[in-house]
């Protein structure tokens, strides 16, 4: 971090002894940029693990959240919150967790012809765990509990799945 910032400050006075005009502007941007590989650096060295999960969906379609990392093995409780403005038969949110290996476009088709339990086929065997389908300001807290292995979660309401989806690791 220390060193990142030197070599930023280093640079920067280079910048400076070039050329006259912008040398405020060249330093300042040169030290924020140190600054955040700094950050991005030690958040790849650990990737956050907790089986106390906080997701929230919004009115572009997406989850805040396209990574999630748990413990394999012990009960997660995950809270998704539907953070948009918009009504839930326009921009309905749930949060569905799949079985490894589902097809899931198949599935999506399949939860797109299941209106009548807010587009949850009820019958699956491909889901491990789902909120609600939720409207604005709404949330739902669950609990479940899987092996080690990499999931796939989507929102299954029509048109959805393309971009709200994302990866459970469980390690
Ligand atoms: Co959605």
């Given at each position: 971090m220390r060193k990142l910032f030197l070599l930023g400050a280093f640079a920067s006075a280079l910048i400076i002894s070039s050329c006259g005009g912008d040398q405020k502007k060249s330093q300042n941007t040169d030290a924020a940029a140190g600054t955040r590989q700094a950050t991005s650096e030690s958040t790849d060295a650990a990737p956050v693990i907790s089986n106390t999960v906080v997701i929230t969906g919004n009115d572009q379609m997406?989850?805040?959240?396209?990574e999630i990392r748990v413990k394999a093995g012990e009960k997660v409780t995950l809270t998704f919150k539907n953070?948009?403005?918009?009504s839930k038969e326009a921009m309905g949110h749930n949060w569905v967790l799949l079985k490894p290996a589902t097809d899931v476009a198949a599935f999506a088709t399949e939860a797109m012809a299941s209106k009548a339990t807010e587009?949850?086929?009820?019958?699956?065997?491909?889901?491990i765990a789902h909120t609600k389908l939720l409207g604005p300001n709404e949330s739902d807290t669950i609990t479940f509990t899987v092996e080690k292995g990499e999931y796939e979660y989507i929102?299954?309401?029509?048109?959805?799945?393309g971009i709200m989806r994302g990866k459970l690791i469980a390690e």
């Open positions: 997406r989850f805040d959240l396209d953070a948009g403005v918009l587009f949850i086929p009820t019958g699956s065997k491909a889901i929102c299954s309401f029509p048109g959805h799945y």
